[in-house]
């Protein structure tokens, strides 16, 4: 037996239409010893979700655009004291997409070498870690010395100098020293060696020089911010309190790397709007029309194919510091229970004992091929007999085992030239070795197509796939349209709750070729050749026809 072009729906009705993936979003809040060296965890919190396969984050409010502590009680809300006043404020991760990314996406809709697996995928800016001033607030008023001082995804921010899309930050770590007490600052030795009314005098590895209070001097490659001093008469009981480090000022403008981040390649960027203006973000969201004191982080990566490091099942985005990370935690159903169907086109099927004597069905005729690996998967339901339509079962029958095949004339019927009949014929367990009649449809009667039409809602199929929870008509063959020159098959999935798919229903559409003689001749117009529009996903990719025939 020849075959040519198949169609294999390895994961289709499991992993496509029915499967969800659970979505994790997992924030961790952490106590920070030191920026540079030992943070610990010590609560952590996570919003869970399953979102179907095909779609997004936000589709259908499987997570909502914007989540705030009441979601992930990580997150923070609450006062911060900037120059004497307390003003409320609050962390909020926001999901800006059109599509409603990120999405969970399969080898169908994306990437071939996705194989199997599912992954999600998004563009650049879609994902949004956001500082929000709850109360009216003028930050341009932050100087160095008496800075806004926030803690944002674990870093300690002491801003000043803020314009609109910019502000500057004083990093390093701060120390408080007695009077000749040293400390260790990126492996050299830093002393305070003495302390004046306004300035102290400090040697790194044994290079002294004096700081003023509210100064910054850089020495052997080590910045210091002074403080504060205290002086006392005796000097071992004086102190200083300082910032050390490297680079410890810097200023970071809109579209900059954030903290950490790889400065020419960074994941995450900083997101810096009308900064300087006195008012409120409390309402800034994805919406530009909002965007006021706009202080957060957005990716800058996007997740587009196999060589992005997509996060697929059991794996996690994380954003820096691993403050909060977005996972893929599994899908609903495992692999052990997905099962295939296979739609394959041969060019000699034996139907030789089919009983149909009318018709040349011999041990070669051209036919299309359904198995599946579920044991008696198929489900066919007695044909309405009608105009154009012919029952011979009149029981419900689950196969093994399904050929279609295509002439002018129906099984032990006469026909005329211009028909264009569509021949079903099935196996069951208890008769593998003989293939039986169960119908036929005149695909050239209006009337008769239109009843196998799963584009219009209709009631008849040429089988059901029946396995655990998917019966009756969750997934179904029909015809869509028929011509001298081709059939359109399709293939049409209905979920129990509409909204988990677009629209209410999913559907694959596979076009086969017919010869001169009007029976069957490849997937698509050649054998052996793939062609794009031989095979269509509908609604597709982002919600849109979508061909996959070269897939």
């Known amino acids: 037996m020849k075959k040519t072009r198949i169609l294999i729906f390895t994961i289709l009705f499991i992993i496509i239409f029915s499967t969800f993936a659970t979505a994790n979003i997992l924030s961790q809040l952490k106590k920070i010893e030191n920026v540079k060296t030992e943070k610990q965890v010590i609560a952590s919190t996570s919003l869970q979700n399953q979102v179907p396969l095909g779609q997004g984050f936000t589709n259908n409010n499987y997570f909502d655009i914007t989540i705030q502590d009441d979601d992930i009680s990580s997150l923070f809300v609450g006062a911060i004291n900037f120059q004497g006043t307390e003003y409320d404020t609050s962390e909020e991760l926001q999901l800006c997409s059109a599509y409603s990314e990120p999405y969970i996406a399969t080898s169908l809709m994306s990437d071939d070498d996705y194989h199997r697996d599912v992954f999600f995928e998004m563009n650049k800016d879609v994902l949004k870690l956001a500082y929000k001033f709850d109360e009216f607030i003028d930050l341009t008023t932050a100087t160095i010395s008496d800075p806004l001082i926030i803690d944002f995804l674990g870093y300690n921010l002491k801003i000043f100098d803020v314009q609109d899309n910019q ?62 001093v205290i002086s006392r008469t005796e000097l071992e009981e004086s102190s200083a309190a300082f910032i050390a480090g490297e680079n410890i000022i810097q200023t970071y403008r809109d579209g900059d790397a954030f903290i950490g981040e790889d400065l020419n390649d960074p994941n995450w960027v900083w997101d810096i ?68 169907f296979i739609m394959e086109f041969n060019t000699d099927a034996d139907l030789s004992d089919a009983g149909c004597s009318n018709m040349d069905i011999d041990s070669s005729v051209p036919a299309i091929h359904l198995t599946t690996t579920q044991t008696d998967g198929l489900d066919l339901e007695p044909f309405i007999e009608s105009e154009g339509i012919i029952l011979n079962v009149s029981l419900s029958t689950q196969a093994s085992e399904m050929w279609l095949v295509l002439d002018d004339k129906a099984c032990n019927n006469v026909g005329l030239d211009n028909d264009l009949w569509l021949n079903v014929f099935y196996k069951t367990t208890e008769s593998l070795r003989k293939a039986k009649f169960f119908g036929a449809i005149n695909l050239a009667n209006q009337q008769a197509l239109d009843s196998f039409n799963q584009d219009l809602i209709s009631d008849q199929s040429l089988f059901k796939f029946n396995y655990i929870n998917t019966v009756e008509d969750n997934i179904k063959l029909g015809v869509s349209s028929a011509s001298s020159t081709d059939i359109n098959f399709l293939l049409q999935v209905r979920s129990d709750i509409p909204e988990e798919l677009y629209g209410s229903y999913e559907s694959l559409r596979m076009n086969f070729g017919l010869d001169a003689e009007k029976h069957f001749f490849a997937l698509g117009d050649l054998r052996a050749t793939e062609e794009r529009e031989e095979f269509a996903w509908i609604p597709g990719g982002k919600w849109f026809e979508t061909f996959i025939g070269t897939k």
């Open 167 to 228: 502000f500057s930050n004083l990093g390093g770590v701060e120390y408080l020293l007695n009077a000749g007490d040293s400390v260790e600052v990126l492996g050299k030795t830093v002393t305070l060696e003495n302390v004046g009314s306004n300035s102290a005098q400090i040697s790194v590895d044994g290079v002294s020089q004096s700081i003023s209070v509210g100064s910054t001097i850089t020495i052997e490659g080590i910045d210091v911010y002074m403080l504060y």
């Open 273 to 340: 709007r009308n900064l300087a203006q006195n008012g409120t973000s409390m309402y800034a969201d994805c919406n530009d029309a909002n965007d006021n004191l706009i202080l957060r982080i957005e990716n800058d990566m996007a997740l587009n194919d196999d060589t992005d490091d997509s996060p697929g099942t059991g794996q996690c985005l994380d954003l820096p510091n691993n403050f909060l990370s977005i996972c893929l935690d599994s899908l609903t159903i495992p692999e052990d229970e997905y099962k295939d």
